[in-house]
């Protein structure tokens, strides 16, 4: 078979490589018989290989070798597979190709689903705000125009008259306080909100938001408190001094508003690189499941199941706009009937 199956297939012009590759496959056919299938004295060996051919390229073919007559005679057959297995190759190519598009597109159609139930949720609040909002602007302006005519009468007595006059600037508040709110949260969804970096004395600005609001807690019979922590000469810090009282103040007045009976305490501590501040309130807490909602815009008008309550429903919203864009985070601990605590943080920069 040597003389005769290998000359032969030199002389065709086999590639050298090629010629290599069949008669080892011969030899170890022969050295190692018993594991390979024999039938009526007949050795068979099949394999896949691949090649480089002389001229560089890439060859696959499926080589069969059968020898028989007691190892004197064999028959070599090879098969060229390369068109077939670039195809194959192709094929699963293509088929990962479709099958990470197929995932891409599965991931898009999730996406565009979320994004539809959002704007869904984000046109059902916005369309409950228009309704307290509605509510909230005309309760105010009835007040005011009410009252005002009521002045008119000329038999009003001195008291009747402060009475009114007290009615009509408090309702004139509430409304300058809705505008307020309206005009922040248009800031906030167009992007252009302003921040003034100034120095900030931490301890001036959490008295003032208590004198402030003090009077607001004693009417309704609430036991407001602050602490503060900070020496004089570690009180002053850069941040913007408008944008933190609008923040302390709104969450201050949260809880008055949320507080039936009991106490509402805040104050702010250092944290690291962070100051920390908290409102601690007794008043009806937040239900778990609405906690992770609450400071979105426009939630307020869609909370069921609380006292109805005068305002927007823009406060947290605005506070953790603010805080977001003063460089720190806000978050809410709560539990329902037995009150609440606010935390925000904001970068502790002294002034040098």
Known sequence: MRSGLFNTIAKTGLYSELYTKIRTLAEKLNCFSTSRRIVNNVKNFKEESEFRRDDGKVMIVIIELIIFGNNKKGIVSMTDITAIKKYEWELQKQNFEYASLNEEYKAQNEDLLIAKEKAEESDRLKSAFLANMSHEIRTPMNGIIGFADLLKELDLT???????????EKSGERMLNIINEIISISKIESGTIDIHISDTNINKQVKFVYNSLKLDAEKKGLNLSYVSFFPEHDAVVKTDSDKLYGILSNLVKNAIKY??????????????????????????????????????????????????????????????????????????????????????????????
């Not at 001195?158 to 009509?168: L, M, N």
């Not at 927007?312 to 809410?332: C, D, H, N, S, T």
Request: aromatic share 14%; with cysteine; glycine share 12%.
């Open 158 to 168: 001195g008291e009747e008259q402060r009475e009114y006059i007290q009615i009509i």
């Open 259 to 352: 507080t039936n009976e009991g106490e509402v305490e805040f104050g702010c501590i250092r944290k690291g690189l962070f100051l920390e501040f908290y409102i601690k309130d007794t008043g009806i807490g937040i239900h778990k499941e609405k906690q992770q909602f609450i400071f979105d815009r426009f939630i307020q008008a869609d909370i069921e199941n609380i006292m109805a309550r005068q305002g927007a429903g823009l406060g947290l919203a605005i506070a953790k706009a603010y805080v977001e864009k003063l460089g720190g985070r806000i978050w809410v601990e709560s539990e329902e009937g037995v009150g609440s605590v606010f935390y925000f943080t904001l970068p502790y920069q002294i002034t040098t």
